[in-house]
C-alpha cells in the first residue's frame, strides 16, 4: 500500500504551469516537482515564470536576506 496516493486529477479552478512542457494545465497533469502552482486563473498559471523570476529578484536584491558583503567582509 502506497503512503501517498497520486492526486490524478485537480479541483475544478485549479491552474498550474508545467515546467518540463512549458504549458498551463488545469489540474496537476504532472508531477509536482515538475510544476507551479496552484493558481487561481489561468492568466496567473500563464504568468508563472515571470512572477517566479520577480519574486527571485526581489529576493537577491531584499537587504534583510542578502548576506553577501557581509561573507567578503569577514573572509
Known sequence: MALFK????GKPGEWYYCLQHKKVEEG?????????????????AE??????????LEWENDPRWHDGASRREGE
Open 47 to 56: 504568468h508563472a515564470m515571470e512572477t517566479a523570476r520577480e519574486r527571485n
Open 28 to 44: 496537476p497533469e504532472c508531477p509536482a516537482k515538475d510544476r507551479f502552482g496552484p493558481y487561481t486563473t489561468r492568466a496567473e
Open 6 to 9: 497520486k492526486r490524478t486529477v
